[in-house]
C-alpha cells in the first residue's frame, strides 16, 4: 500500500493547548497536504506544503515537511473544542498520475 | 452548484443488488477521484478521471466495481450484485487537475447492504 500513517491515532486535550500530529510516507511526494474531516463525511483542505517547501504556516496552523525522513507534522496551536475531528495527510506522488493518497487519520479530541 | 455533489447522501439495498452512486464534481475541475471510508478507517484510493479516462483505476477492489464519467463532468460509481463488505461511505473529490492537486470533497454516498 502507498498509504501514509499518522501517529498518533488518537489524541485528547484541553482547550488552549498545542496539537501535533505526524504523517509519515513511503516515496518521494511532489507535495503533501492536510485535510480534516467531521463525523464521517467530506474531508475539508486546509494546508498543502511541497516538496522543495520545509514549513508552512495558516493561522493556527503549522506544517512541516522533512523529505530525508518522509515525515510531516501538523501543529494546531491554542486548540478550540471545534478543533474536533479527525485529521489525514495525503501525497500526492510524482509520476503519470496525480492520485492522491491519504494515510490512517488522527482522530483529536478537543475537551472544553 | 458551488460545490460537489453526490447522491444518494443515503442508500440502503440487499445484497445482490446493483447500486449507482452519482458525482457532480464542481464545474470545470478536470479531475476527479472516488474513494472509499469504511467506519473509523482512513480513505481508500478506488479510481482517478482525468477527463473522461481514467489514468489509474488500480483501486477498484473487484470486476463488480465500475466507474464513467462522461462529458467531463458528472461520474458514476457502479457496484454490481452488491456484498456486506460493500457497505461503506463513497466520497467524491474533484479537483482543477494542476499537479497541485487540492481536492474540494462531497458529503459522501452512505451504503448500507444487508
Known amino acids: 500500500s502507498q498509504q501514509g500513517e499518522e501517529d498518533p491515532q488518537a489524541l485528547s486535550i484541553q482547550e488552549g493547548e498545542n496539537a501535533t500530529m505526524n504523517c509519515s510516507y513511503k516515496t518521494s511526494i511532489n507535495n503533501l497536504q492536510w485535510y480534516r474531516q467531521n463525523s464521517g463525511r467530506g474531508l475539508v483542505h486546509l494546508i498543502l506544503i511541497r516538496s522543495n ?6 493561522g493556527r496552523l503549522r506544517v512541516t515537511l522533512d523529505t530525508s525522513k518522509k515525515s510531516s507534522s501538523l501543529l494546531i496551536t491554542a486548540s478550540r473544542a471545534a478543533d474536533t475531528a479527525s485529521y489525514f495527510c495525503a501525497t500526492v506522488y510524482g509520476g503519470a498520475t496525480n492520485k492522491l493518497i491519504f494515510g490512517t487519520g488522527t482522530l483529536l479530541a478537543v475537551q472544553p | 452548484g458551488a460545490g460537489v455533489s453526490q447522491s444518494p447522501s443515503n442508500k440502503v439495498t440487499e445484497k445482490g443488488k446493483d447500486v449507482e452512486l452519482r458525482c457532480d464534481p464542481i464545474s470545470g475541475h478536470t479531475a476527479l477521484y472516488w474513494y472509499r471510508q469504511s467506519l473509523g478507517q482512513g480513505l481508500e484510493f478506488l479510481i482517478y478521471f482525468q477527463g473522461n479516462s481514467a489514468p489509474d483505476k488500480s483501486g477498484l477492489p473487484s470486476d463488480r466495481f465500475s466507474a464513467e464519467r462522461t462529458g467531463g463532468s458528472v461520474s458514476t ?20 487537475g494542476n499537479p497541485t492537486g487540492e481536492l474540494f470533497f462531497g458529503e459522501g454516498s452512505r451504503l448500507t447492504v444487508l
Not at chain 1, 53 to 58: N, V, W
Open chain 1, 53 to 58: 517547501e520545509r514549513e508552512k504556516h495558516s
Open chain 2, 77 to 96: 460509481l457502479t457496484i454490481q450484485r452488491t456484498q456486506q463488505e460493500d457497505s461503506a461511505v463513497y466520497l467524491c473529490a474533484s479537483s482543477r
